[in-house]
């Protein structure tokens, strides 16, 4: 069975500080991968997603970066956090090409302090 | 530029009733919409969904109806139960094309509605 890790579950970084977030997809090939994030009292915020390795979508401009390195790992990245970065970090992942639900994993509490 | 947009931020209905969650989108490329459950620091998990072709589709308590030409879908909870509070958000899904295999897919949130349901 499809299995997502995520982590860390919680952290709490100073501002000017870099992050780094990893996500791994187990028993699947192939996914369509994703970071979301869910700010205070906000909605789920597309902030990249990946259809393969090397390619890679960024959605709003920000402070923040995704690499793919292997098939089924995403990383989320940033050099310098900002206060404004704190929130609620998910990953996911579907099967293409379409008609299919993504799964998401349980999610990094990042704050900045 | 919100391309999923759930108007309601909260909804509060008695046990036993009828919760309706609705979403509206503007992208006609839109091919799959889907709604998720979300309980606070947990991830969203999945319910329900329905493909752009079909108007209607029923699992239980749950049924999605979507209103193409009015770009409009809507999520019925019958009878609502407690367990049933959660934050709930509708997603649109569209293709986008692959080097490889030719084919993925993009899901685009709406903000949420926050269904509170009571004894």
């Known amino acids: 069975s499809q299995t997502i890790h995520q982590w860390p579950a919680t952290l709490v970084q100073p501002v000017g500080s870099p992050l780094s977030l990893e996500c791994t997809v187990e028993?699947?090939?192939?996914?369509?991968l994703y970071w979301y994030r869910q700010a205070a009292g906000r909605g789920l915020q597309l902030l990249f997603y990946?259809?393969?390795?090397?390619?890679i979508s960024s959605e709003v401009p920000q402070n923040l970066s995704a690499s793919r390195p292997q098939d089924r790992q995403f990383i989320l990245s940033s050099k310098k956090l900002l206060l404004s970065d704190s929130g609620f970090y998910l990953c996911?992942?579907?099967?293409?090409?379409?008609?299919?639900?993504?799964?998401f994993g349980q999610g990094t509490r990042l704050t900045v302090v | 530029d919100q391309q999923v947009k759930q108007n309601s931020p909260s909804l509060s209905v008695q046990e036993g009733r009828i919760s309706i969650l609705n979403c509206d989108y503007t992208?006609?490329?839109?091919?799959?919409f889907l709604w998720y459950k979300k309980y606070p620091a947990e991830g969203p998990t999945f319910l329900i969904s329905?493909?752009?072709?079909?108007d209607k589709n029923e699992d239980g308590r749950f049924t999605v109806f979507l209103n193409k030409s009015a770009k409009h879908l809507s999520l019925h909870i019958v009878p609502s139960q407690p367990g049933d509070s959660a934050v709930y958000f509708c997603?649109?899904?569209?293709?986008?094309?692959?080097?490889?295999?030719?084919?993925?897919?993009?899901?685009?949130f709406g903000t949420g509605t926050q269904l509170k349901v009571e004894l």
């Open positions: 996911a992942w579907s099967t293409g090409p379409t008609y299919t639900e993504a799964f």
């Open positions: 028993g699947t090939s192939n996914p369509n």
């Open positions: 990946s259809v393969g390795i090397g390619q």
């Open positions: 992208n006609s490329m839109f091919d799959y």
């Open positions: 329905i493909s752009s072709i079909k």
């Open positions: 997603a649109a899904s569209h293709p986008v094309r692959k080097r490889l295999t030719g084919g993925g897919n993009k899901l685009t």
